[in-house]
């Protein structure tokens, strides 16, 4: 079964960068949104941001607004989190979703760890 994987998360001071990467373990066909969410020990998986295949982009959480970029390479079904002005609270376990059109079923990754502090 194919899954997501991401990539680069680890430790960073407060006001650091990060940039997270995800790319499918196989071939995936009709992919449709794509985006990231993060999670916090004891509460729900919250989304961060979505990109779409036209490149409308979806940031509901407005405590990232103007710090995180989300953006894709649709031919390779990549998604990308740029991750600015990093703070203690964006400490998180980040995980990728792929929406797959055809079913509505979306598909995962296995999280990657970000923690923000000095």
């Known amino acids: 079964q194919v899954q997501l994987v991401e990539s680069g998360g680890g430790l960073v001071q407060p006001g650091g960068s990060l940039r997270l990467s995800c790319v499918p373990s196989?071939?995936?066909?009709?992919?449709?949104?794509m985006g990231w969410f993060r999670q916090i020990p004891g509460k729900q998986r919250e989304l961060v941001a979505a990109i779409f295949r036209d490149g409308r982009t979806n940031y509901p959480d407005s405590s990232v607004k103007g710090r995180f970029t989300i953006s894709r390479d649709s031919a390779k079904n990549l998604v990308y989190l740029q991750m600015n002005s990093l703070k203690p609270e964006d400490t998180a376990v980040y995980y990728c979703?792929?929406?797959?059109?055809?079913?509505?079923?979306?598909?995962w990754g296995q999280g990657t760890q970000v923690t923000v502090s000095s």
């Open positions: 979703y792929a929406t797959i059109e055809i079913t509505g079923r979306n598909i």
């Open positions: 196989g071939n995936i066909f009709g992919i449709g949104p």
